[in-house]
């Protein structure tokens, strides 16, 4: 069994990995460059990893868990993006994994499947303990429904992101920044004096679109440092990545609401299976998450369409819960599997080619990098 003890990531400070490796354990180690070419042909494209459809009457986990091979100049903050993960997330599901140089052929979990917040399922939700923003378009009646999910960042531990309800109140392309005065002091502290305005472009840290909320000074926006997403390091805004807010700026009216949780804990049923998605606790949050876990527990057992099917009489397998609890690796698990561990689920997991899933958001943009570049004469190409 691995047992992981890991601390929050600062921005541009990595927290200590831990890990102990008993006899008789399995682990994802690198395979050899022949192995790797030999079923690198064989291996499908990845999955969707942002747009699902469900029925909300019957289940609350989307997607799918997944393998890739990394490449030889890969980082995780690298795979992170290609996969529409964040930082945290990636890091946390792939313990003992140098972040900075996991190694051509290591094997990397891709955890792409989402038991969605506990939270009506309408407009947008974030939870921060995910660092992940689910957006529900409304349904037609007699339709799946569908969700929309993206990485962020949030703010750091003494510029906390707010919890509760706000909505959309305004959005801003190429927008200026207005630095509040505690910004504009912060930054001056750290001999990085900041003007009264920042102008839309590069330099610009709201990025190229704004979602403002009814909560002054706070909004959803681009950013000019992608890697920064899945961390804590704004000042209590929500980051997304740039190709990630330019999708979803158009299909979110004015007006839409949102909804702010910290939910590190998740619980939801898949199928006859109910699913478990545990997260590292936000250093900040003193709740007794024993106590709001044993709650949610009951209500999980109780609601509707916990008397789907088979799913009433469906025992916990202790164990799996046990170590999806203690050492919480941002992948969702099922654990009313009796026979199942949690390296067993993992290895069941699909192997995909590490490359942009289909319909990508980083693809688009990509694309629009490529149309609006500025391509040198023929003389000039050297």
Known sequence: MIRISKSRHGIYSLGLLCFVLFSGCQTFMTQSQDERHATAGRLPIPLATHEFSFDPARDDVVGEL??????????????????????????????????????????????????????????????????????????????????????????REQWKTPEGLTRITVKDENPVWRPTQSIRREYARNGNPLPATVPPGPDNPMGS????????????????????????GSFGCIRMY??????????????????????????????????????????????????????????????????INARPHLMVNEAVLSEAIHNPRSISLPITQQEMTVLGYINQASHVQNMLPFNATLADEMSEQLKTAEIPEPEQIQ
């Open 66 to 155: 997944q393998i890739i091979s990394a490449k030889q100049e890969d980082t995780l903050s690298d795979i992170a993006r290609r996969f529409n993960l964040g930082y945290e997330e990636i890091v946390s599901a792939n313990p003992g994994i140098d972040p900075w140089l996991p190694g051509e052929g290591t094997q990397i979990v891709i955890p792409t499947q989402f038991v969605l917040p506990d939270a009506p399922r309408k407009g947008i939700v974030i939870n921060l303990a995910a660092m992940r923003l689910f957006y529900f378009p409304q349904a037609k009646d007699g339709e799946l429904q569908t969700v929309i999910t993206h990485p962020v960042g949030i703010g």
């Open 209 to 232: 679109h704004v979602l403002r909320l009814g909560w002054p000074t706070y909004a959803i926006h681009g950013t000019n440092k992608p890697p920064s997403i899945g961390l804590r």
């Open 242 to 307: 740039p190709e990630d807010i330019a999708g979803i700026y158009n299909k979110i009216a004015v007006g839409t609401p949102v909804r702010i949780v910290n939910q590190p804990r998740l619980l939801g049923w898949r199928g006859d299976q109910l699913f478990v998605q545990s997260y590292p606790v936000l250093e900040d949050d003193k709740r007794d998450h024993d106590k709001i876990f044993d709650k949610r527990m009951k209500s999980s057992r109780a609601v509707l369409k916990a008397q």
